[in-house]
């Protein structure tokens, strides 16, 4: 399966910055997922990343707050703009395995803002 | 829409078996997944099984699937502290979407 570098690990953050979080995959894949994990809950999916097409945005999630960027089939960043308090969480990408045989997430990046 | 459930927590005796139960609405789910959480670490995916599966065993992981209830458990025999965890319950349909539809989560501890 895919081996995910996912940066950074950790950082806490002040009220209305930016945070942007990398993404690289050691194989090219077409598609790579981005969630939420707000404490003490389950996975939310923000987008769906493609490469040479714009991402697909769930639901509650707009590409003004979450911008993502898909250079290439390996890569993929996560900015989380304009932040507050509430977009305390951690996140993470994903990308599916071989013949959807589970999918394989990066370490996680857990945001704290101030 | 679809959902996935879990019961929030179970603990239980090192030594004993662990039981976790997931249930689900898709009647099209084509893969189902446990992934284990450890406090301050990403997702591992633990084990799979297809939908055309009534069983699977790997190791000390063994997974029963009750399609027509839409069902899922994970059996963990001769739990360990180091199983200590957040279990998620997941599943996908087949098809070039294959979001993962996830539940909440369960939260086993592991008492010596």
């Known amino acids: 399966s895919a081996v995910i570098s996912q940066k950074p690990s950790r950082d806490i953050c002040q009220r209305g910055t930016s945070l942007t979080i990398q993404c690289q995959v050691d194989?090219?894949?077409?598609?790579m997922f981005w969630y939420r994990q707000q404490p003490g809950q389950s996975l939310t999916l923000i987008a769906t990343?493609?490469?040479?097409?714009?991402?697909?945005?769930e639901s509650g999630f707009v590409i003004d707050k979450f911008p993502i960027s898909r250079p290439n089939l390996t890569f993929s960043t996560l900015t989380v703009s304009n932040m507050s308090p509430e977009d305390s969480s951690i996140y993470l990408c994903?990308?599916?395995?071989?013949?959807?045989?589970?999918?394989?997430f990066g370490s996680g990046t857990r945001l704290t803002v101030v | 829409g679809e959902d996935v459930e879990q019961s929030l927590f179970l603990s239980v005796r090192e030594g004993d078996s662990s039981v976790i139960n997931c249930t689900y609405t898709?009647?099209?789910?084509?893969?189902l997944y446990w992934y284990k959480q450890e406090p301050g670490a990403g997702l591992q995916l633990l084990t799979y099984?297809?939908?055309n599966m009534d069983m699977k065993q790997d190791q000390r992981l063994t997974v029963l699937l009750n399609k027509k209830d839409k069902h899922l458990s994970l059996r963990i025999a001769d739990t360990q502290t180091g199983d200590s965890a957040i279990y998620f319950c997941?599943?996908?349909?087949?098809?070039?979407?294959?979001?993962?539809?996830w539940g909440l989560g369960t939260s086993l501890a592991v008492n010596p």
């Open positions: 898709d009647s099209s789910s084509t893969y």
């Open positions: 099984i297809f939908s």
């Open positions: 194989s090219q894949v077409t598609m």
């Open positions: 994903s990308v599916p395995g071989q013949g959807n045989y589970g999918y394989t």
């Open positions: 997941a599943e996908t349909t087949a098809g070039n979407n294959r979001k993962l539809i």
């Open positions: 990343a493609n490469q040479g097409s714009e991402a697909t945005y």
